[in-house]
């Protein structure tokens, strides 16, 4: 299993900065695609950003030039700055991890979630 802790969330106004943060735990062997998504009030959850193991990115249009996502993986985390923040950023924004953790004698890959974490951007 693992567990991700997000932070870094809060409240800002339109044209700020957020960082926010995850840290994964657990009986991980490897983490594969880490990312982040979010869920705005009344809508489908959507990617923002995922990077893999090796450093290649996937960022949503609506965030590209803005946002920028990175990750330690000696210590299993994953950062994603945000810049120029909108008003219609403002959503819980989820991390997400695709890994393979050790289970009794064998090994399983599954997709984690975060609790979330809100961002909200003023007017």
């Known amino acids: 299993q693992v567990q991700l802790a997000e932070s870094g969330g809060g409240l800002v106004q339109a044209g700020g900065s957020l960082r926010l943060s995850c840290a994964a735990s657990?009986?991980?062997?490897?983490?594969?695609?880490m990312g982040w998504y979010r869920q705005a009030p009344g809508k489908e959850r959507e990617l923002v950003a995922v990077?893999?193991?090796?450093?290649?990115?996937n960022y949503a249009d609506s965030v590209k030039g803005r946002f920028s996502i990175s990750r330690d993986n000696a210590n299993n985390m994953v950062y994603l700055q945000m810049n120029s923040l909108k008003v219609e950023d403002t959503a819980v924004y989820f991390c997400?991890?695709?890994?393979?953790?050790?289970?009794?004698?064998?090994?399983?890959?599954?997709?984690?979630w975060g609790q979330g974490t809100q961002v909200t951007v003023s007017s």
């Open positions: 657990g009986t991980i062997i490897s983490i594969h695609n």
């Open positions: 997400n991890a695709d890994a393979t953790t050790a289970q009794a004698l064998t090994f399983k890959r599954a997709t984690y």
């Open positions: 990077m893999s193991r090796g450093g290649s990115t």
